[in-house]
Each structure stands twice: as C-alpha cells, then as structure tokens.
C-alpha cells in the first residue's frame, strides 16, 4: 500500500502563488509516473499535470503556462508550483503515482483562490 501526503494548498488571492508538495514513500523511481488532479465542487476530477519517470510532462491546457510540475529526487517529493491563480483553479489537489499493477491517490489538500 502507497500513502502519499499532499501539503501546501491554502487559500490565496488571485494572481497569487501557491506550491504544493506531494511525499512519496519510498523511492520516486519505482513509480513510471506522477501527477496533479484536481477537483472542484460538482465537477469531474481532471488533470492538471503529470511527470514521467523520464522526465516528460504535459499539463492541462488551463494551467499551461501559470503551473508547473516538478520532483526532488533526493527528497523523494513531487511540486506543483502554481502561478497567476484565478478563481477558477479553485480545487481540492490530489497528487496520484503510478506503476505497474498500482495507482496511487493522495487525500487531497484544498486550494482555495479568491478574486
């Protein structure tokens, strides 16, 4: 059993910045791939961002540009940093891993951004 712990999310007022931080138990390598969902009140969860073992990412067109996905190697974390926050991005943020034969969600921290 996997048990990420999301931390970061606060509430912020737009055009602000927020950085989540995602603990990975263990070693990050054993995962092929980590990423940001996120999910707001009456709506699907969605992606926001997703890193690859090998590095490549891909965002969701909405935050392209504003948010970006990182890891810490060493610290065995995984970041988003997010930048020029609207109302919109108002979302409770999952960090999800994946590997083979697992697919990991985090408890999901609140990100709340006013206008």
């Known amino acids: 059993q996997v048990q990420q712990v999301e931390s970061g999310g606060g509430l912020v007022q737009a055009g602000g910045s927020l950085r989540l931080s995602c603990a990975v138990p263990g070693s990050i390598f054993s995962f092929n791939a980590m990423g940001w969902y996120r999910q707001a009140p009456g709506k699907q969860r969605e992606l926001v961002a997703i890193?690859?073992?090998?590095?490549?990412?891909n965002y969701a067109d909405s935050v392209k540009g504003r948010f970006t996905i990182s890891r810490d190697n060493a610290k065995n974390t995984v970041y988003l940093q997010m930048n020029s926050l609207k109302p919109e991005d108002t979302a409770v943020y999952y960090c999800?891993?994946?590997?083979?034969?697992?697919?990991?969600w985090g408890q999901g921290t609140q990100v709340t951004v006013s206008s």
């Open positions: 890193l690859t073992k090998g590095g490549s990412t």
């Open positions: 999800n891993l994946q590997r083979v034969g697992g697919n990991y």
